[in-house]
């Protein structure tokens, strides 16, 4: 019996330190180490990349302002022709012979006046002598304003025949690149016409036309402390928005940096309720025109951020168009958050850009891939 007894109590010690062995072991494997950070606030300069449309400082289209057949042409598509220059000659005969019309009614016009004159002042010599009646006196006056006004409607005839002979050279309203040539030499033309006759664009500065999201368009703002006012957009120093954002590159298309720097110019004070964007243009000198309308670049814009919220990108699983990252409760458990970022440019590194985080938070930087809701992580 008591042998027995020896044997049950020796068995229940061998189980008891086999389940305690097993439960440590447990223990043991419930709990990985994982590289942990705590976050504090940092400061970042972070450079959005848009692609961008280059566009002329100024476009002109040009419409004829007489009808006629053109009769010259004075240029090639892509010459730059300077303010002034002439363009096009339309066929000026018709209009030069009404010049010639007009100016004869002149002539006549004038010595109409001259007759009246005469007759007026002739009349008035009678009249103070008691000769002629009232009538006859107020006849020769009238007579006489008539010819002043025909003699003034004849010159305006004239005057406007002559601008129209002038217009009939079209000359480049500002100095700049043809962009579209004018139609064939012999080609019937018209102030009517829906297209123009040609068009011209300044490109000795260039503008980059882009858009960009709503996020971006208030997290850049944020940062700046632009805000809207009486005075238009500015800080708290009285800076617009061309005094913040004037150190703006450009990337041409095979990824050349342009040498030149440019200045925001116009931001859309609206987001568009359709695409959910906002209009920007950015303009670069390009006094050699090197830069062309019609390019497509991508406008380099710097930003600094201060007192954010730095994460390495190997903390973030991707979850679609959002990212998870874990952070370690008290009880070293992991949780998953969502949160919003934004990369940085050396590719290592997210913005967090939502509330999730928040600082002195600790979370996971590594091998989050197959960390488990709620797994202990230390």
Known sequence: MKIKTLMAVATASVMLVACGEKKEQEQTTDVVKFEIMKLAPQSREINYA??????????VTIFPQVEGRILERHYNNGDFVKKGQALITIDPTPYRLMVESDAANVKAAEAALSTAKLQYESQQKLYEKKIVSDYVMKTAQNS??????????ANAALQHSKTDLAHCTVVAPISGVVTRMSDDIGLLIAPGMSDGVLSITDQTRIRARFSITEDTYTNLFRSTELTGGPKGIQDSKGRTVKDVFNNIKLRMKDGVIYDKIGMVINIGGTVDSNTGTVLCEVSYPNPNLILHAGNTASVIFPDHLHNVLVIPQTACKKLQNKYLVFKVNKNNEAVGVVVDVVPTDDGKEYIVTSDALKNGDEIVTDGVARIQEGQKVR
């Open 50 to 59: 848009f692609p961008a449309t280059l566009v002329g400082d100024k476009d």
């Open 144 to 153: 006489y304003l008539m010819a002043q006004a025909q003699l003034a409607q």
